[in-house]
């Protein structure tokens, strides 16, 4: 009996740890070693998110507004790998070793309150950062105070045409009429409810001083976004 209840634990265990390490079929994790080429900054359409996961905290009135997610190290699209990044790198030069990067409870709640950073993330994020810092922060070379104040610092990067955006609010418009509403160095990621497809996320190429990058155009991050009708949701 004891056994046949390890052999399960560590078949569990091995299940659990590959789940963590799968990757889309277009994605490849870069060597730590390499560094990055550039930077990507992802916002959320929130009222898309809560379409699809109406249970998070925030989702009964989300604003009608991008958030942002975070700020991505990545690499350019090599073949037909085109999400390459680095990931938990651990060599931020707040990290105790390149084993353990670990966030504090108060650095997150101290994110979360700073006046110029809370409006542009969602309620109760320190869940989120925790995990934007350790897979992404941790290879961005800076500590987790410039990290994060980059998200208030670089949040002019996240331009397009809002009066043409807002006009679209609450129905649908062609997807390739939506990417004329965004400069050139953006990518965008949509999912899939009851047969029709939604705005997820748009994310901006940048370099570190937050100019574009026009260096990858194949970046796919996600579920790519087909041609279709897109819903952009308003009020949820």
């Known amino acids: 009996m004891k056994r046949t209840h390890l052999i399960a634990t560590v078949m569990a265990t091995l299940t659990i740890s590959h789940s963590v390490q799968a990757?889309?079929?277009?994605?490849?994790?870069?060597?730590?070693?390499?560094?990055?080429?550039y930077l990507v900054y992802a916002v959320t359409?929130?009222?898309?998110?809560?379409?699809?996961?109406?249970?998070?905290?925030?989702?009964d009135k989300p604003p009608q507004k991008f958030l942002t997610h975070g700020i991505w190290p990545y690499n350019d699209s090599?073949?037909?790998?085109?999400?390459?990044?680095?990931?938990?790198?651990n060599t931020a030069p707040s990290c105790k070793s390149t084993t353990n990067c670990a966030i504090s409870q108060d650095t997150l709640d101290a994110v979360a309150a700073d006046p110029e950073i809370a409006p542009l993330?969602?309620?109760?994020?320190?869940?989120?950062?925790k995990d934007v810092w350790s897979k992404h922060g941790t290879c961005a070379g800076k500590t987790e105070e410039d990290y994060f104040a980059?998200?208030?610092?670089?949040?002019?990067?996240?331009?397009?045409?809002?009066?043409?955006?807002?006009?679209?609010?609450g129905r649908s418009v062609m997807f390739d009429q939506l990417k004329a509403a965004f400069p050139g160095n953006t990518a965008f990621r949509c999912f899939t409810l009851d047969g029709k497809q939604y705005l997820h996320e748009v994310f901006y190429m940048i370099?570190?001083?937050?100019?574009?990058?026009?260096?990858?155009?194949?970046?796919?991050?996600?579920?790519?976004?087909?041609?279709?009708?897109?819903?952009?949701?308003?009020?949820?």
């Open 121 to 129: 993330i969602t309620v109760a994020p320190q869940g989120m950062l």
């Open 207 to 236: 370099k570190p001083d937050g100019t574009p990058y026009e260096g990858n155009p194949n970046l796919q991050i996600g579920p790519a976004c087909a041609s279709p009708e897109t819903f952009i949701p308003g009020e949820i």
């Open 150 to 169: 980059d998200f208030a610092k670089l949040r002019k990067v996240v331009s397009y045409n809002e009066p043409m955006f807002n006009a679209w609010v």
């Open 23 to 37: 990757l889309d079929a277009n994605e490849e994790f870069t060597p730590t070693k390499d560094g990055y080429q």
């Open 45 to 59: 359409w929130q009222p898309g998110f809560c379409k699809l996961r109406p249970a998070t905290a925030g989702c």
């Open 78 to 89: 090599l073949g037909e790998k085109t999400n390459r990044h680095p990931v938990s790198c």
